[in-house]
């Protein structure tokens, strides 16, 4: 497992899998370890995956201050692992929460970003996010369920700030809650740094104006890819967030929710390595 040490002497690590160019992969939740993101259905066939643990998750080291759980205060452990890695200019795909860490890392390192994926993301770095009706309408989707009848009321209670998180709404997270689904929401318990969760968006973390305004150099490609029936961000928030941006695109998988590579993983691949500009051919 290759590590390397951040500014403040934070010992960080990242896991390789797969062969060919370099993709640096920033995992979300917020504070989520690296692997729920497994091979990213398959993705390990076309690229070789760089997953990073954000500090304080997975194999990386607590910091010694909680405060640099704060997504901007992260930006620096990303510039300096893509130092580390030995790359010029990087291909990065961040996902959900990690959507903020990699809008911040492009305002601020601009011109060491080749291409950006950003899949389901959180746009708050840019001053939008879901909102409550979002998910609401995204849920009402999939009221031909057969679990919809027990989970759409907990699921609005929950969003409405009435009730506690519940298990029973986990399936709108999902475009097909199946085994493969059930099993990857029962390990984010374990996969997932609370604190450091409560940290990532705290005040100050987000400059809206200013990163906007830094933004407009941005001059590399970037793919918004949303699920059909996920709730944040839905696919009209997802070309929202596009349109803010310089250079993007917004693709929308069917069926597909918040983890679209477990979903449709054939869909997922090859929209995500064709706009990364490879050859399709497996490079093993």
Request: overall charge negative; hydrophobic content about 40%.
């Amino acid at each position: 497992m290759p590590t390397f040490t951040a500014a403040d002497g934070t010992t960080l690590a990242y896991h390789l899998r797969g062969g060919g160019t370099p993709l640096a992969v920033l995992p979300g939740g917020p504070m989520r370890a690296s692997g729920y993101l497994g091979d990213l259905g398959g993705l390990t066939a076309y690229r070789r995956l760089a997953l990073l643990d954000l500090r304080g998750t997975g194999d990386s080291e607590a910091p010694a201050d909680p405060a640099t759980y704060r997504c901007d205060r992260m930006v620096d452990d990303v510039e300096r692992w893509r130092a580390h890695l030995g790359l010029e200019r990087m291909d990065l795909l961040a996902h959900s929460a990690a959507g903020g860490l990699a809008l911040l890392y492009a305002a601020r390192h601009p011109h060491r970003i080749r291409r950006l994926a950003l899949i389901t993301p959180n746009p708050s770095a840019v001053g939008m996010r879901a909102t409550p009706d979002d998910r609401l309408a995204a849920a009402r989707l999939r009221a031909d369920e057969p679990w919809f009848g027990r989970a759409f009321p907990a699921y609005e209670a929950w969003l409405a700030g009435d009730a506690d998180f519940d298990e029973v709404f986990l399936p709108f997270f999902y475009g097909r809650w199946d085994d493969a689904a059930r099993a990857h929401a029962e390990a984010e318990e374990t996969q997932t740094n609370d604190e450091a969760a409560e940290r990532y968006s705290a005040d100050g973390a987000f400059t809206l104006d200013a990163t906007r305004a830094a933004l407009a150099a941005l001059t590399a490609p970037v793919l918004i890819h949303a699920g059909e029936y996920d709730g944040g961000p839905r696919p009209a928030l997802a070309r929202r967030v596009a349109e803010a941006l310089p250079n993007a695109e917004v693709s929308v998988q069917p069926g597909a929710g918040h983890y679209p590579w477990l979903d449709d993983p054939e869909h997922f691949v090859r929209r995500v390595v064709g706009f990364l500009g490879e050859d399709g051919a497996p490079s093993r």
